[in-house]
């Protein structure tokens, strides 16, 4: 069964600060990688995926990931992150082998970011 | 991108009364999605379904049913509700199988049963 582990529930950084938010995923199939966004009283919306190709992943608002199928690690960075970036971050997997694969999410990392 | 539409965005419901939570998208995509998101649980897969009448169990079943009649809706259904339903509950929608494609979220309904 699919699972999704991210191990940083709360994350409290100044601005200009770098960002990185763990995400461990369990699967024994070619999988699919996402990260989304949910900012405050607004729906979630995708930030960056991953399905093939470059392992480096660059998103939205300067965010990017990273795959790294060893260690089955789908990791979130930015740089530089701003007071705007204060929101809450979700991993998800889906698997690619079937027509039902689910799409499951991880239980999110809360990050308040302070000017 | 798809626009998904939740009916409500606030719901109060008395324990044991029958409630219905309602979904639909503007484009014609197969693939829909009942979550629940809970502060410390992330996200959790209710029901999704792939086609008209066709569903799928989640990883949280137990306690609500879906209906999918026309390809634009697929409903969430709580038979008898309880307080441990409290809940923000999210409808997504996917053109392709499973996370193919990236999904598209509605803007959730907050439901309070008391």
């Known amino acids: 069964a699919q699972s999704v582990s991210q191990h940083n529930h709360h994350v409290i950084l100044s601005e200009a600060a770098s960002l990185e938010l763990g995400c461990n995923y369990s699967y024994g199939g070619t999988v699919n990688l996402f990260w989304y966004v949910q900012y405050p009283g607004q729906h979630l919306q995708l930030l960056l995926k991953y399905f093939s190709g470059d392992p480096l992943v660059k998103g939205i608002k300067g965010f990017e990931a990273e795959f790294i199928k060893s260690k089955f690690s789908f990791n979130l960075r930015k740089p530089s992150v701003q007071w705007s970036d204060t929101a809450e971050y979700f991993c998800a997997v889906s698997g690619v082998l079937y027509n039902t694969d689910k799409l499951i999410f991880g239980t999110g990392t809360r990050l308040q970011v302070f000017p | 991108d798809v626009k998904v539409t939740q009916s409500s965005r606030y719901l109060v419901k008395r324990t044991g009364e029958k409630v219905f939570l309602e979904c639909v998208q503007d484009m014609d995509h197969e693939n829909m999605f009942w979550y629940r998101q809970d502060p410390g649980l992330g996200l959790r897969l209710i029901y999704f379904s792939y086609d008209v009448k066709m569903k799928e169990k989640g990883d949280i079943p137990e306690g609500y049913s879906v209906s999918r009649e026309k390809k634009e809706r697929f409903s969430l259904i709580l038979e008898s509700a309880s307080t441990n339903q409290t809940s923000m509950y999210l409808c997504?929608?996917?053109?392709?199988?499973?996370?193919?494609?990236?999904?598209?979220f509605g803007q959730g309904t907050r439901l309070t049963v008391v």
């Open positions: 997504a929608v996917s053109p392709l199988p499973g996370g193919s494609t990236e999904a598209f």
